[in-house]
């Protein structure tokens, strides 16, 4: 089978020829229809953050495919059914976080494409219990940016505790935000999306985006003022100018939700603002098992877009740096070629 694979930090990817992997005791080997290219990915292949992965690794968290082989003791899965393996590719199942229902935070989480092989690659392993199935009906190029894409903002959006009537900042209408924006728009939300391309902000409109700022032209903070404010911003650009510009445009009681993580970030929290607004700065990661079944469930019935382009996994090096330019509208999804 073929596979991308990261050889070192911050060189291109290599196409390789590799066996099969065999699923040890409670996982599963995946054929993989389609995997999509998360900025994450990016930041696994430079070695960008300070916990890093284990070159030789093949990325990808937003592998969707069929289950083509079961290891010992998966009895809830069957041979030819469809599955998404999320980037909590494992968690412990015991401790605190994973038995309040904070699985996303345990200590001893497992996560694919970084910290064991992910979905850049023909066949992929998952472990059962984390492969999500994916509805009836749902195609594996639109799961495959609900995957993490999806999950994430959605997920944020609960963090955020989003209420009808309520304005949120999308900031960053890529592939993460125009999910945000439509997940914001089911919760009842008023949104105003922030970008800085036109393609961006047009497509944030046609998503139904209620307010959309240039931040080229127009300054964040105070637009948002104009409208008294956001209850909520979500995070998604990957700069951290942009978390202090839409921190800026917080109502009292507004809530920051930190999502994009780039390679060297810090902002300044004004500690009189804070303190005097009532505002909070909140880190939201990924999300759990049962965030992603919701994510399908809501795509399943109707109410969520994903845009995307499919390109062959050769294009991998040519695909990270069209991301890294900005030329992708929302998200690019490697066809594997499995469903082919
Ligand atoms: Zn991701
Ligand atoms: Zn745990």
Not at 29 to 37: K, M, Q, W
Not at 144 to 167: I, S
Not at 223 to 229: F, I, N, P, T
Not at 275 to 302: K, M, P
């Amino acid at each position: 089978m073929k596979a991308a694979v990261v050889q070192a930090f911050g060189e291109p990817l290599v196409i390789e020829e590799r066996p099969d992997p065999e699923p040890g005791p409670g996982q599963v080997r995946i054929r993989v229809e389609a995997c999509g290219l998360c900025h994450t990915d990016i930041h696994a292949a430079h070695g960008d953050w300070p916990v890093k992965p284990n070159p030789p690794f093949v990325p990808g968290h937003e592998g969707v495919g069929l289950v083509e082989k079961l290891g010992e003791g998966v009895t809830h899965l069957t041979v030819g059914q469809r599955v998404a393996v999320p980037w909590l590719g494992k968690a412990c199942g015991r401790c605190e976080h994973c038995l309040s229902g904070w699985e996303t935070l345990c200590e001893q989480q497992i996560n694919t494409g970084y910290g064991c092989d992910g979905g850049y690659a023909e066949k992929m392993l998952a472990w059962a219990d984390f492969a999500q199935r994916v509805p009836e009906g749902v195609t594996a190029f639109d799961a495959a940016p609900l995957t993490c894409a999806g999950v994430t903002t959605y997920k944020a959006l609960k963090v955020a505790d989003v209420k009808p009537t309520q304005l949120v900042a999308i900031s960053g209408v890529g592939g993460l935000g125009h999910l945000a924006l439509q997940y914001a728009k089911i919760a009842g939300a008023t949104v105003a999306a922030i970008d800085v391309t036109d393609d961006k902000l047009e497509l944030a409109t046609e998503l139904g985006a209620d307010i959309v700022i240039d931040a080229r032209k127009q300054d964040v903070g105070a637009e948002l003022k104009r409208h008294g404010g956001a209850h909520a911003a979500i995070a998604l650009a990957v700069n951290p100018a942009a978390f202090e510009a839409v921190n800026s445009g917080l109502r009292r009681g507004g809530k920051l939700v930190m999502v994009a993580m780039p390679a060297h970030g810090t902002i300044q929290v004004p500690i009189f603002d804070t303190v005097l607004n009532g505002t909070s700065v909140i880190g939201s990661i990924v999300g759990t098992r049962q965030d992603l079944a919701e994510v399908f469930q809501l795509h399943a019935a109707g109410r969520t877009k994903v845009i995307y382009e499919t390109r062959p996994l050769v294009s991998v090096n040519d695909s990270i740096d069209a991301v890294l330019r900005a030329e992708i509208q929302a998200r690019i999804v490697f066809d594997l070629g499995a469903g082919s």
